[in-house]
């Protein structure tokens, strides 16, 4: 194939920031018509590479083609221009609009100089029902879940004639069915109209079945490029990581037979239906469901975020006061939330500050913060999950997506809480640092830990899970003891058929 005939073909990209070379002479080529997978560890290049294409990043060297073109972008506007459309790793939306503004921003449907106002809504109600969004168009993006958002962000990319899409980890908060009709939209777009797609994702299985080709990248550097049909998933994962990966779950001990956690019948609205559930100290109850089905709802609800209209939460047997997020700490409890960005980190502020928030009240004497001791936590934290950043003084907002998780994750692992709720742990973080966070989750519960997890992962929810709890509808569907299931069958209680 010559040059020319190439939607983009990116040269010898270098970019660097303080301290990392994030992109080292990077080569990259999409054709028309081809869903190109992106694939490397956390704090690869990947999205740095997406974002030097869109002309967020300035390249320091190199030269981007499209359709055989050298092109300079000097404004966010140009690349879509130029047809293409992308979706970022963080949601991109403007909060305080709603649906339908957001979803034709730039592009609104115009009649004689104005905004087509009854177009705008008819056409956006028609988006949200192709993609089984149960929302209306006048909602406001701010009151929607980080899923819900996702998703209008992805119709939003559908919407216009784009000559490439780009997707940076688009699955990642989504669930199956979402997903499938993600999957069906991509085809139909590749197939109809010869749309090319660069996406990124962690899900490998997702990379080899979705893609025809893939390029890998390794510490800022090519690492190779296939057709997916001659690579298989284990060689994929190797090029990656540059090793062969062992075994990815931990073997879990029996846990104890005290109870550390109880929730019962905890009730909201019509969102939560009367959960009653318990966890026992070196426990990990595993908590999935559907979207909606009220997994972050409990979380948030029993963390104090949102207020229950009734329920009452025990820890080691002695209730709680679970009305403000304080005295759910308090209490003992600590919740990893699923929105790293909102609630998880402060940006601007180092890894080393975000963790010692939570942590300094436990490692301070007569007001004074033990700086000592909290250097050698994180420092301990960030080799145990792998976490790639130049140093602990490195700000939240300069990791990569992946990296930013792992950084939550120490934060509230250091609080030594009794009772940990995690919302979607590994979401978002690749297979090293995957097997860091569940052997983590295991020394945790050989101090007598009980862990709460809520994850839309079926095989996580069965391998790391003593007990896999699915809820439907905001009640508990079925509870499986480990060993009782398969992930068919957790779907099957999912859906509410079992
Ligand atoms: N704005 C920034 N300032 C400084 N360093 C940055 C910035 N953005 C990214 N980096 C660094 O560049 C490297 C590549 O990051 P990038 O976000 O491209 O990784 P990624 O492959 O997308 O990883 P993930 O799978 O975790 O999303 C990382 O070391 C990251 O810390
Ligand atoms: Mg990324």
Same mark, same amino acid.
């Given at each position: 194939m010559s040059e020319d005939q190439y939607l983009i073909e990116m040269k010898g990209i270098v970019k660097r920031f303080p301290g990392v070379l994030a992109l080292d002479h990077v080569n990259f080529q999409l054709k028309a018509g081809e869903i190109h997978m992106l694939l490397g560890e956390n704090g690869a290049g990947k999205s740095t590479l997406i974002k030097v294409l869109s002309g967020a990043h300035q390249l320091d060297e190199g030269e981007i083609f499209i359709e055989g073109k050298k092109v300079q972008f000097n404004s966010p506007q140009d690349p879509l221009d130029l047809g293409l459309r992308f979706i970022y790793q963080e949601v991109n939306l403007v909060p305080e609009l709603d649906i339908a503004r957001n979803m034709f921003l730039g592009i609104e449907p115009m009649k004689r100089g104005l905004i087509d106002t009854k177009k705008l809504y008819s056409e956006t109600e028609k988006y949200l029902m192709k993609f089984h969004i149960d929302l209306k168009p006048r909602a406001i993006v701010g009151d929607l879940s980080v899923t819900q958002q996702k998703l209008v962000e992805i119709a939003r990319a559908l919407v216009t004639d784009a000559k490439v899409l780009v997707l940076d980890e688009p699955t990642d908060v989504l669930e199956d069915r979402s997903r499938q009709d993600l999957f069906e939209s991509i085809q139909d777009l590749k197939n109809h109209n010869n749309v090319g797609f660069i996406y990124i994702s962690h899900r490998y299985q997702e990379v080899h079945d979705l893609g025809d080709r893939v390029t890998i990248l390794r510490d800022g550097k090519n690492a190779g490029v296939y057709n997916i049909c001659d690579i298989t998933l284990d060689e994929m994962i190797e090029k990656m990581i540059g090793q062969s990966v062992e075994k990815q779950y931990p073997h879990l001990n029996k846990p104890q037979d005290e109870e550390v956690l109880r929730l019962e019948n905890i009730r909201q &609205? %019509? %969102?939560?239906?009367g959960v009653t559930l318990s966890v026992k100290r070196g426990e990990i109850v595993s908590v999935t469901g559907l979207m909606g089905a009220g997994k972050t709802e409990l979380a948030r609800a029993v963390c104090g975020i949102d207020p229950v209209d009734s329920g009452k939460v025990f820890i080691e047997g002695k209730e709680i006061d679970f009305s403000s997020p304080i005295k759910s700490i308090e209490g003992g409890m600590a919740y990893l939330s699923e929105d790293r960005k909102g609630l998880g980190l402060i940006l601007p502020h180092s890894i080393m500050d975000n963790y010692g928030l939570p942590n300094s009240p436990r490692l301070s004497t007569y007001g004074l913060v033990n700086k000592k001791q909290i250097d050698k936590e994180i420092c301990e934290y960030m080799e145990a999950l792998k976490v790639k950043a130049p140093s602990k003084h490195t700000k939240a907002g300069q990791l990569s997506g992946g990296n930013q998780q792992k950084a939550v994750i120490a934060k509230w692992l250091g609080t030594q809480s009794k009772v940990l709720l995690f919302d979607?742990?590994?979401? &978002?973080?690749d297979i090293i640092g995957r097997s860091g966070v569940y052997s983590l989750m295991n020394e945790l519960l050989d101090q007598g830990i009980g862990i709460l997890m809520l994850t839309s992962d079926y095989t996580e929810a069965l391998e790391m899970g003593h007990k896999v709890v699915v809820l439907y509808h905001g009640q508990i569907k079925k509870v499986f003891e480990r060993g009782e299931a398969t992930e068919e069958d957790i779907l099957r209680a999912a859906i509410g058929t079992h």
């Open positions: &609205g %019509k %969102k939560l239906n979607e742990p590994t979401r &978002g973080i």
